[in-house]
Nanobody
Framework: QVQLVESGGGLVQAGGSLRLSCAASGRTFRSYAMGWFRQAPGKEREFVAGISLSMSTTYYSDSVKGRFTISRDNGKNTVHLEMSSLKPEDTAVYYC?????????????????WGQGTQVTVSS
């Protein structure tokens, strides 16, 4: 079993940057592909970025491509999401998730474990 705890959210002005972190418990972290999702009020949870368990491949939604960067450190059981050029529409609760698949997918139902989420608010 994997427990995930996100941190790093907060309030930032448009154009600013934030770095989200996700700390995972358990010795099997490197066996999971990881993803970041977000959910804004009244909207469905959407895929933001993902990284394969080998760290060889990353995936991004079109809305964040070129602005966000996902990375993982299997030695420290962490995954990060570097967010830059933030926009008000990036405002949401951001969730870290783990899937037993080799590569991440954009479908929330494919993920086995979720963190509690961290709020990101971008002011205009």
């Amino acid at each position: 079993q994997v427990q995930l705890v996100e941190s790093g959210g907060g309030l930032v002005q448009a154009g600013g940057s934030l770095r989200l972190s996700c700390a995972a418990s358990g010795r099997t972290f490197r066996s999971y592909a990881m993803g970041w999702f977000r959910q804004a009020p009244g909207k469905e949870r959407e895929f933001v970025a993902g990284i394969s368990l080998s760290m060889s491949t990353t995936y991004y939604s079109d809305s964040v491509k070129g602005r966000f960067t996902i990375s993982r450190d299997n030695g420290k059981n962490t995954v990060h999401l570097e967010m830059s050029s933030l926009k008000p529409e990036d405002t949401a609760v951001y969730y870290c998730a783990a899937t037993k698949r080799v590569i991440p997918t954009s479908w929330p139902g494919d993920y086995d474990y979720w963190g509690q989420g961290t709020q990101v608010t971008v002011s205009s």
